[in-house]
């Protein structure tokens, strides 16, 4: 990579999210405007859009913690925060600096550039989704997909593809009816909740750190519904030793959070301890595969209630289903994100409610 005048183009994001911190941090958290909030959220979509994934990430994540500030038992954390507005100020002037003097070396580190690759079609099933909310401005759905057919990737690669659709904060509309509404390539993101294999064509895809394919759309691509019936169980696959080895050989720098390394798992015959009194946002499970333990923390917001509902069933059934999750080494301890359960006829989200999938709904309370 080198630092050209393609480049410049970035100053003004950068220089706006570091002034924002700085404007954040000179306040203090009871002085923060809901203005310096809104530009730390149009910052992250511009990132977005721009591809700068590691910046993104971060903004993302830190908008969602200054939401939960001013919510009681929402589970804010003024360490993660801390560490979330100090990575980003730290990336924006690096990045600053690295274009200023044409450092390409140090552009290259920051950016993380991945190669990207057309990919005339795709064919995949999702495994499950993660909503990120940050109320008053977006949704986010990240979808875990499978590869099924494919020309240049092998059969089950893992795959991701995230969508951003506005969400109001005094929205009566469950988050998960936002699938509804039309992307400008001619499909709706609900889709994906399915269980049908989704079909991709003229796509653009990139391969990242930890093995996983990210998935572009662009104005051409094209997403339609497949017929074909699905082993689900036969997707169920994943190779311990290789994700071991990858968390081993991680080494995280100034520039990475504790919870960077993640890795997907499907546990079979696994053990689940809900605590006897009530369960709500922040309680802590604890979900155990064989010797291993993982720490798991009920969500807050719209998936608290599909979550613990569905894993409270299931603590009281005899049988497990399989459970496809992701796993973060969060400083050296295993923490365990449940994603889905894995049934014969497809995957049971726990992040997110097929029912709220109300057209009608989503209607009535949009403004035209």
Known sequence: MTA?????KLLPL???VAAAIEDLLLGGLTAT??????????CFQEAARARLLRLGICLRAAAEELARFSVPNSGFSAGRLQTLLSRAWVLSRAIERAIADKDAALLARLLEPTLEEPCDQLEAVTLGVIPRIVAGSYVAFEFRLRAT???SLSRTSSLLWSCILPFRKDSAVPMEAYLLMPLKQGFVPALFLER???VFSQITISHTPA?????????KSRVSAGEAPVDWKALACWDPAAAVNRLSRHEPSPLDLDTDPEEEVFLENWDIDMPENRVQAGTRITIRKGSVTFRVTAPAGPAEKVFLKTLGD???????PILFGLIHLDCDSLSL???SLIMEDGPVPLLADPANLDRKLLLKHMKF
């Open 4 to 8: 050209g005048p393609q480049h410049n």
């Open 14 to 16: 950068v220089t706006t």
């Open 33 to 42: 405007s809901s203005t310096t909030v809104r530009i730390l959220e149009a």
């Open 149 to 151: 057919r494919s020309s």
């Open 196 to 198: 049908k294999r989704v």
């Open 211 to 219: 093995g996983s394919v990210r998935l572009f759309l662009g104005d």
């Open 314 to 320: 299931i603590a009281r059934a005899p049988a497990r």
């Open 337 to 339: 994100e449940p994603v």
